[in-house]
């Protein structure tokens, strides 16, 4: 193995409070009751205009895109920053680079918003590249996101890992035949990593990195 792809959201760092507020700020906007906190978890991680059409019990594509409009006026400028690393995540993606590995960033956020959260918490020096969404939804499955890291980097998909929180993580990493390291200190469960295919389960950032050692 000589390639690691992270997810951010729930994987490097913790985003539930921006997330969270944006996304009830843009129910509020088009005149919704907004759910609680506590009930707007599961939105982290899955692409924005699935989380909407849900929360609205719509299938209306131009309200869903009027949604996330209000969402990232409030995320560009606030909910951006609203956001923490996780422990030691630094010291990980250290340890990954010593051990040989290149790094790059695979994350269903736009990767404009992306590059400025990196940027942020100083990981930029960490990263091999930084890859995203479109604005306009343009590879914002995790499954075409990957494909298009491995064209884009002529990477080997046996040489490859992918390493996040949310089955979709898995589903992407597998339907392009990567090995998948879920981790369960973010926003999924172990039995939804599993579930869906992940090879082997990281309970800690530190368990990310002793899962790499093992293979060189």
């Not at 009027?66 to 990980?92: M, Q, W």
Request: with cysteine.
């Amino acid at each position: 193995m000589n390639t690691v792809l992270f997810d951010l959201d729930g994987t490097l760092t913790d985003p539930k409070i921006g997330i969270t507020t944006c996304i009830q700020y843009a129910l509020e906007q088009l005149g919704y009751q907004a759910p609680e906190t506590d009930d707007l978890l599961w939105c982290i991680g899955p692409p924005l205009t699935v989380s909407f059409a849900q929360l609205m019990q719509i299938d209306d594509p131009a309200l869903v895109a009027i949604a996330i409009s209000h969402y990232r006026d409030r995320f560009a400028t606030v909910g951006l920053y609203e956001n923490l690393l996780y422990p030691d995540i630094p010291k990980i993606l250290q340890s990954i680079r010593d051990h040989g590995y290149q790094i790059f960033l695979a994350t269903s956020k736009p990767h404009v918003y992306a590059k400025r959260i990196i940027e942020h918490f100083a990981l930029t020096p960490w990263f091999d590249g930084i890859y995203g969404s479109e604005l306009d939804g343009t590879r914002s499955h995790k499954a075409e996101l990957i494909s298009y890291i491995i064209q884009s980097e002529s990477l080997s998909t046996n040489q490859t890992i992918m390493v996040g929180d949310r089955y979709h993580d898995v589903v992407g990493a597998k339907q392009n035949q990567l090995f998948a390291i879920g981790v369960t200190y973010g926003y999924g469960t172990e039995a939804e990593l599993s579930d869906h295919g992940a090879d082997l389960i990281a309970n800690s950032p530190l368990e990310i990195a002793q899962i790499l050692q093992n293979f060189k």
